[in-house]
């Protein structure tokens, strides 16, 4: 993760992948994060190198179980996250593809996955598959837009 949040969260990741004492470790450079920062971004999320969180992540909270690709842009106060079903949590998170922006205040939930190369406009909450080279947004947020990708 690049930015001023990987102070705390790039070594908290390597740690807590570590297992055993590392591990404890890596949860104090996790509080760290969430003391300075003011956000819950899991260590144990997989976020890929070149991603960002703009405004230092402020508000954001991403699930333990989450995957983000390379290149994404995630703004603040975006939820990242497992769904709950019938008062039973399903401990699933989203796998979020390369090159992907997500704009403030984005809610996504559950086992889902967002394709390559999309766009998730703000407040929108995505509870549904995302294909690739897509624009999505609203409440339930819905394809709107694809674009072609040409190499």
């Not at 740690?15 to 994060?33: D, P, R, S, V, W």
């Not at 003391?35 to 899991?42: L, Y």
């Amino acid at each position: 993760m690049k930015g001023k949040m990987g102070i705390f969260w790039n070594p908290a990741h390597r740690l807590i992948c570590g297992g055993g004492i590392k591990h404890t470790f890596g949860k104090m450079f996790e509080n760290l994060n969430f003391i300075f920062f003011s956000n819950a971004v899991s260590a144990e999320a997989d976020i890929g190198e070149k991603t960002e969180f703009k405004h230092h992540g402020l508000g954001c909270v991403v699930h333990g179980k989450a995957k983000i690709g390379n290149d994404c842009i995630i703004f603040q106060h975006v939820t990242i996250g497992s769904k709950w079903s019938k008062a039973i949590c399903e401990d699933e998170a989203p796998v979020i593809g390369d090159n992907v922006m997500i704009g403030t205040g984005a809610v996504i939930l559950g086992n889902i996955t967002v394709g390559d190369n999309s766009i998730i406009g703000a407040n929108s909450v995505v509870l549904k598959d995302v294909p690739a080279n897509s624009i999505v947004y609203g409440i339930p947020a819905e394809p709107k837009r694809r674009t072609v990708v040409e190499n």
